[in-house]
């Protein structure tokens, strides 16, 4: 029989879902103001970069990231008309297309790393030292792995 949570764990609740916008809006605005991508493009576009051959199919990247397949389409729409993508059919579909980075794509990847890192550093880094980010990464990761869909 499942029982309401305690008052910590409703705490904890509503203090992540608190701390993740406000850290997310800052980064974003901190991108904004500092010329580079929007956050959801970087993270196509970093998962492009790791990738072999600098491509993956739609649903490998809605795998990688937080972006719903409906989102992701348009997105990729709008990385390619801005030249950061192109799109190439896939041998093994017919109907399947690989997004495949563009060199353009990689130099704007990389400029709005210089942004985000400095972003993460002043908006995490310089809030929590190396021992407290690791126990709050430890703790995140055992929510993220505990309830991941399987």
Not at 37 to 62: K, S
Not at 96 to 113: D, F, M
Request: net charge positive; aromatic share 6%; charged share 30%.
């Amino acid at each position: 029989m499942s029982r309401n949570p305690s008052e910590p764990v409703v705490k904890a609740w509503i203090r992540l879902m608190r701390a993740r916008e406000a850290v997310l809006a800052a980064i974003e605005h901190d991108l904004k103001a500092g010329d580079g991508l929007p956050l959801a493009w970087y993270d196509v576009l970093l998962e492009l970069t790791r990738a072999e051959g600098g491509r993956l199919r739609p649903f490998e990247i809605e795998a990688k990231t937080l972006l719903a397949q409906y989102n992701l389409s348009r997105l990729l729409d709008r990385l390619e008309k801005e030249g950061l993508v192109s799109r190439e059919p896939c041998a093994d579909d017919a109907r399947g297309q690989w997004a495949v980075i563009t060199e353009k794509g990689r130099a704007a990847q990389a400029r709005t790393w210089k942004v985000y890192a400095r972003a993460i550093q002043k908006h995490v880094g310089d809030r929590l030292d190396d021992k407290a980010a690791s126990q709050l990464a430890d703790l995140l990761g055992r929510l993220a792995s505990e309830n991941s869909p399987r």
